[in-house]
């Protein structure tokens, strides 16, 4: 008699060249349990003070949020980057939530209103972590240049608008740290871009989302 195997091979073994496919709500499942955990071991990064600065600086989060909208499967579309700008979104406000509860939890009090300064800030930051984890898995390069320079503009904007307004009080290395991460970012777009034009956007993305991230912080956090 001829045996029959499943797909999956002898002892559910996967054949060789195949792949198992993490369903869609998996992933996003993941980014979302991603995003409390993110807040939650930056409540204890704040306690830790060779990490204090950094663990309250937006750069890291930011890329955290770009990253798990990758994670979460973001893809190239029109209906699809709306998506991953409103995912981005909701991510970094998760992340506040983390650290909300666990803060209070530790015994610190904390508020999250919607007037909070960061909860403010995560709106516009979610959207662009969203926007540039969308540009990243495009087949069309000219986009990643571009989402390099924002999300060097991230980290040069954070790190001028702290040496101006919080150094005297956390020190200037770890602003400075982010200040250089974000040159390095922004040489590596215009470097790696095959065209003048493309180097342009990508540098002129850099320069003017720089200015654009300190007005803000300067305009809301006074």
């Known amino acids: 008699m001829e045996t029959t195997m499943n797909a999956r091979g002898p002892a559910g073994v996967l054949p060789s060249g195949s792949a198992a496919t993490v369903p869609p709500a998996a992933r996003v499942s993941m980014a979302l349990t991603g995003a409390l955990l993110a807040g939650v071991l930056t409540s204890f990064g704040?306690?830790?003070?060779?990490?204090?600065?950094?663990?309250?600086?937006?750069?890291p989060w930011f890329v955290v949020a770009t990253?798990?909208?990758?994670?979460?499967?973001?893809?190239?579309?029109?209906?699809?980057?709306?998506?991953?700008?409103?995912?981005?979104?909701?991510?970094?406000?998760?992340?506040?939530?983390?650290y909300w509860a666990t803060t209070n939890l530790r015994g610190y009090p904390d508020s999250l209103s919607i007037a909070n300064f960061w909860v403010l800030v995560g709106v516009p930051a979610g959207a662009l972590a969203g926007a540039v984890a969308v540009s990243i898995r495009s087949r069309d390069v000219r986009w990643r240049g571009v989402a390099m320079g924002a999300t060097a503009a991230v980290f040069i904007g954070e790190g001028v608008r702290a040496l101006l307004q919080v150094a005297d009080t956390t020190g200037p290395s770890t602003w400075v740290v982010e200040i250089v991460v974000g040159v390095a970012v922004l040489v590596a777009a215009v470097l790696t871009a095959r065209t003048p034009v493309r180097r342009i956007a990508a540098l002129g993305t850099g320069v003017l989302g720089t200015l654009g991230v300190l007005a803000a912080y300067l305009a809301?956090?006074?």
């Open 67 to 98: 990253a798990l909208c990758l994670l979460a499967g973001a893809r190239v579309g029109r209906v699809a980057l709306p998506v991953a700008m409103v995912l981005g979104v909701v991510l970094l406000e998760l992340m506040h939530v983390g």
């Open 46 to 59: 704040q306690s830790v003070p060779a990490l204090s600065s950094a663990a309250n600086s937006a750069g």
């Open 220 to 222: 809301l956090a006074g």
